[in-house]
């Protein structure tokens, strides 16, 4: 037997469907493409760092529970008191967990469309059926009356709602979000990733619906390369979920500094606030653009349609003029003709703004 005939043999049919998901090689470019802090620590603050991991050890396994650096980020978040706290490795390992604690034949993921990709990949990854429910056209808002349909109809494990939205970039109606979770007869997960640019947040309702949990990333606040995540929710579901945790899941190096990290918080509050200025100087600049239609964002991005036909020719003259943005269009239908650019910083967004004009 080959190489190939094993793998037709052995690997699931449902994995041999997907791609790998793929980043773009981004040396030499202005990276727009991932919503990352375009920010990098001032320099006093990046020796403390350093003489902090100096004097750091890593011979010895990581705390398992992470337990200081919980307590930091229960003072940071706001995270009520009485609620469990779950760390993971990026929140894409903590949707990984929660796919593994509920996963079944018959367990449904459910979640709106467009969202972000890795609710559906990972449900698949585990085995799980996945329904996405569209949303409104004309603003992606919530289409309530279709959710609450196919909550009655396919009685979701899970149910995602990421707030403000990825790729759209908008806030969904926080009364609607409560009408799910009170209809959801399992999970539903308030996915707040870009809780840095919006004063929204699900955090101060944990404990208050025994079905909700809030996921939250330090990747957008500045931290993308500590690879840090938390789920917040009712200790008994975070005491079952934290059994389908690897051991040491967070390594020394990622609790140390993202510890060091939030005892700093206000360089980190700083520049998101320079990013949210810039955010709205980018959509005003975008709009002032014949043919572009920007879509007001609450996050770290603006997801603007190009003229018909025209967004993946744009998509490789910006790539040739060194500007790296994300290419949506054919990756949902209701993202045709779509680029998603990052706020960066002033500089980088002007030649963003330059070389769109360029291509138009």
């Not at 079944?104 to 990854?125: H, N």
Request: hydrophobic content about 40%.
């Amino acid at each position: 037997m080959n190489i190939q005939q094993a793998i037709n043999r052995w690997v699931r049919p449902e994995i041999k469907t997907l791609s790998a998901y793929s980043v773009p090689n981004s040396s030499g470019l202005i990276k727009l493409d991932a919503m990352e802090n375009p920010y990098t620590w001032p320099e006093p603050l990046r020796q403390e760092w350093l003489q902090l991991l100096h004097k750091t050890d890593v011979n010895r396994y990581p705390d398992p529970q992470g337990s200081e650096l919980k307590q930091r980020l229960r003072i940071n978040m706001n995270i009520p008191e009485d609620a469990g706290l779950l760390l993971g490795n990026g929140s894409d390992e903590l949707i990984q967990m929660l796919a593994l604690t509920l996963a079944g034949a018959d367990r449904v993921v459910l979640s709106v469309e467009p969202s972000f990709v890795m609710y559906r990949m990972i449900a698949r990854f585990a085995g799980m059926p996945y329904q996405g429910v569209p949303l409104r056209s004309e603003d992606f808002s919530l289409d309530l009356p279709a959710l609450l349909a196919a909550i009655e109809q396919h009685q979701p494990a899970i149910i995602y709602l990421a707030y403000p939205n990825n790729p759209t970039g908008n806030l969904f109606n926080a009364a609607e979000i409560k009408q799910i979770i009170e209809a959801a007869p399992g999970l539903v997960i308030v996915d707040e990733a870009y809780a840095p640019f919006t004063d929204a947040s699900f955090m101060s309702e944990v404990g208050r619906h025994p079905n909700l949990l809030v996921m939250r990333t330090l990747s957008k606040l500045g931290l993308a390369g500590l690879r840090l995540g938390l789920l917040a929710g009712p200790r008994a579901w975070l005491n079952e979920i934290d059994k389908t945790r690897l051991p040491y899941n967070i390594n020394t190096l990622t609790q140390v500094s993202a510890q060091f990290a939030l005892q700093h918080k206000s360089v980190f509050d700083e520049q998101t606030q320079l990013i949210c200025q810039e955010r709205s100087q980018l959509f005003t600049a975008l709009d002032n653009i014949d043919g572009l239609s920007p879509y007001t964002s609450d996050a770290n991005f603006i997801l603007v349609r190009m003229p018909t036909d025209q967004a993946n020719d744009i998509h490789t003259a910006m790539k040739a003029s060194g500007v790296l943005v994300k290419n949506l269009n054919g990756s949902h239908p209701m993202l045709a003709d779509c680029l998603r650019i990052t706020v960066g910083k002033p500089e980088e967004n002007q030649t963003a703004i330059n070389a769109l004009k360029a291509t138009l």
